[in-house]
């Protein structure tokens, strides 16, 4: 069991020396690859070509930075927020002040989501109760239409043999249908 450590150990030091190897090659390979290039084109140039000629240049210096933003030198962090007396205030304050105060702040958005969900919940809870009102409401006057229904199908069917026994006897009497 030791012995499969050790060798799951040394394997694994292996890879990683690989992969160091492999990754410190594909950073400074291109750049090596280059230097190497242009070192060898460079020395056939300078083998061929006798001298290089001066460059002349009439450029203009470059600007400097206190000519583009005179007065961006003369800032400085420690000047950053000397004369504003709330910052001061807010820095005196010792760090142990400061968690107090964030927790009470984070307590009382707290409080207000809780506050705001209870409210939430209520009105959820009175709508509901509102609908299920409505839906009582509703059976019951489903039930009423359906027991009105029943009671009309069973005067109908009563109307019915009444009109049928009147015209059977209507028929023996002599009365025939037009």
Partial sequence: MTSRRADSGACLRCCLVIFAVASALCVSGPALYWRYKKGFGHN?????SSSCAPCICDCPPPLSLQKIA??????????CGKHDPELNKEMEKQFVDLLTEELKLQEAVSE??????NVTLVEAK????????????CNAATETCEEARERAEAALTKERRITYIWEQRA????????
């Fill in 44 to 48: 056939s140039k300078i083998s061929s």
């Fill in 70 to 79: 005179p007065g961006l030198l003369n800032l400085s962090v420690t000047d």
């Fill in 112 to 117: 207000e989501h809780s506050h705001h969900m």
């Fill in 126 to 137: 009175r709508v509901a109760s509102q609908y299920q009102k409505e839906a009582e409401k």
């Fill in 171 to 178: 028929r023996r009497s002599g009365w025939q249908d037009d």
